[in-house]
């Protein structure tokens, strides 16, 4: 079974610009998850998307959102990029073990804001 | 909030030597995940515990569940050099996971 895949890899942009990143779960995950990391402040939760629709949100700012697209597909956009956006882009999928959810990551987008 | 606290923060040791990584809350998970993490790659599971008390083998890594589904260990034997990297402890409950801060390990040859 494929694993969570995420495009691009690398990504380099300048302030002001604004970036997509793609991410496909696991064949059957229906939720997918998108978090920010930096080593300053760990991993960080953005958004989570279920049937296309956005459960739960973490404390971003508006210009990062996401979508998810009927085959669960999902794309994270951030708008007016900022120095600070520089980090590594993790999506998830998720799926229900049991009385219980797994989840699963990608590779990861390394995004940076030059 | 749902904060987990892991420690310590960086550890590094020799290979063949064995340790114990922490991670602590005063929330209730209905389930605790443990990843590893490369540089520039994303987690990877290695575990998943939810009954209180209970303990999973992974070859040379033990892992355990407090009883009352709070908090959890890591406990590797043998440290060897492929065992370097971060990490990470996940809580879940319901349908959301909060991670910890995770744990820098560096297994010297």
């Known amino acids: 079974k494929a694993g969570v895949t995420q495009t691009p890899r690398y990504l380099i942009k300048t302030r002001g610009q604004q970036v997509t990143l793609s991410c496909s779960p696991i064949s059957g995950h229906r939720s997918v998850s998108w978090y920010q990391q930096t080593p300053g402040q760990g991993l960080q939760f953005l958004f989570e998307?279920?049937?296309?629709?956005?459960?739960n949100k973490g404390n971003f700012p508006g210009r990062f959102s996401g979508r998810q697209f009927s085959n669960s597909r999902s794309e994270m956009n951030v708008s007016t990029l900022e120095l600070g956006d520089s980090a590594l882009y993790l999506c998830?999928?998720?799926?229900?073990?049991?009385?219980?959810?797994?989840?699963?990551f990608g590779p990861g987008t390394r995004l940076t804001v030059l | 909030t749902q904060l987990l606290e892991q420690s310590p923060q960086f550890l590094s040791i020799q290979e063949g030597e064995n340790l114990t990584v922490y991670c602590n809350s005063s929330s209730v998970f209905s389930s605790l995940q443990w990843y590893r993490q490369e540089p520039g790659e994303g987690p990877v599971l290695l575990v998943t515990?939810?009954?209180?008390?209970e303990v999973k083998k992974l070859k040379r890594l033990t892992f355990q569940f407090g009883d009352a589904r709070k908090d959890s260990s890591l406990h590797i034997t043998a440290a060897q050099t492929g065992d370097t990297g971060l990490y990470l402890c996940?809580?879940?409950?319901?349908?959301?996971?909060?991670f910890g801060t995770g744990t820098s390990l560096t297994v010297i040859p």
């Open positions: 998307y279920f049937s296309e629709t956005q459960r």
């Open positions: 515990v939810v009954t209180g008390g």
């Open positions: 998830a999928s998720s799926r229900l073990a049991g009385a219980y959810n797994e989840q699963f």
């Open positions: 996940a809580g879940g409950t319901g349908n959301q996971f909060y």
